[in-house]
């Protein structure tokens, strides 16, 4: 017959039993962020990435920021490495410059889930999945969104654009870029990219880029600018120089550039969620390590926003 004590000390050791079990089966994911400090939209990527993973009683998390330096990145995906997490999550600086570091990654047995702004083709083989948006078809939707103004407006046939970039060498910047490029010329022939120059996705950057613009040229007719942040800088060098009737479109829709177009001096953009972002990068992540499959590029719908549509969206939260 088992004593109450015995029966005690076995319940005692089956619980610490179960409890070790499920210390270990918590998920360790570290994350290597492009530059939280540089826009609204990274600041509030990083608060829901912390905020989903707190909820997650089965994930522990190492959250790092490269600051925008490349350097800094590859050093943290070696201390990632170091530290033997289960998964990283990296956005990156630069789509090439970070495939060294990723591909040691690769050799450590380490999963890697791409967030937001995808690496280099070169590097795809040593990366799980790619989560974040669609950028090509973002700059593609932002072309269409453009040259539907232009022909309400009956100059598509005569039309001179600017188009402010994002940070080069920046995967996003690259293919919103390409995909605005790409596209306008498929639904408005006639319109001219008359200029092309990076913001740097920086706002006072992207105000000084088109002060420039606007002193070298006499006829603007519209602004593709990669995010509103840089979009709104532009408006603003146009409004100090009185320059009317511009269409400003971007490619993700800020804060900033919502109030923008509801004052009407802003028309269009691209709806996107950090916090959308955020949690599919997290989830990917927690997918890849359940063993689940998981497509190799997680998009996630970024559809397109005007002052046409704009009240079936709410202002973003950056």
């Known amino acids: 017959m088992t004593s109450r004590k015995t029966l005690a000390a076995s319940t005692a050791l089956v619980s610490l039993a179960f409890a070790g079990a499920a210390a270990a089966e918590t998920m360790k994911i570290g994350i290597t962020q492009n530059n939280v400090g540089v826009d609204s939209y990274q600041t509030t990527y990083e608060k829901a990435f912390i905020a989903a993973a707190e ?6 998390t190492v959250v790092l920021d490269a600051g925008g330096d490349v350097a800094r990145q590859i050093a943290q995906m070696e201390d990632l490495i170091q530290q033997e997490v289960d998964a990283i999550i990296i956005w990156p600086t630069n789509g090439e410059a970070v495939i060294p570091a990723v591909r040691k990654a690769f050799q450590a047995d380490i999963p890697v889930i791409v967030t937001n702004s995808n690496i280099a083709e070169a590097g795809f083989d040593f990366v799980k999945s790619f989560s974040g948006p669609d950028n090509i078809t973002q700059g593609a939707r932002s072309a269409e969104i453009m040259c539907d103004k232009f022909k309400e407006m009956g100059i598509e046939t005569e039309a001179q654009v600017v188009h402010i970039t994002g940070q080069p060498g920046y995967t996003t910047a690259i293919e919103r870029a390409k995909g605005f490029e790409d596209r306008l010329p498929e639904v408005c022939p006639e319109v001219s990219v008359v200029d092309t120059q990076p913001g740097d996705w920086n706002r006072e950057k992207s105000q000084k880029v088109m002060e420039a613009f606007l002193v070298k040229y006499d006829d603007i007719d519209g602004v593709y600018a990669g995010d509103d942040n840089m979009g709104v800088g ?17 490619a993700t829709n800020f804060a900033v550039g919502y ?28 997918d890849v390590l359940n063993g689940e499959e998981v497509p190799f590029l997680n998009y996630f719908d970024t ?10 969206y709410t202002k973003p939260v950056f």
């Open 55 to 60: 909820a997650n009683d089965s994930v522990e």
């Open 234 to 250: 532009a408006l603003n060098a146009a409004k100090a120089a009185d320059r009317d009737g511009i269409i400003f479109v971007g």
């Open 259 to 286: 109030e923008a177009m509801e004052r009407g001096e802003y028309w269009g953009s691209i709806y996107q969620s950090p916090v959308d972002d955020a949690e599919a990068a997290l989830q990917t992540a927690i």
């Open 303 to 312: 559809p397109k926003i005007t002052q046409d549509n704009m009240g079936d």
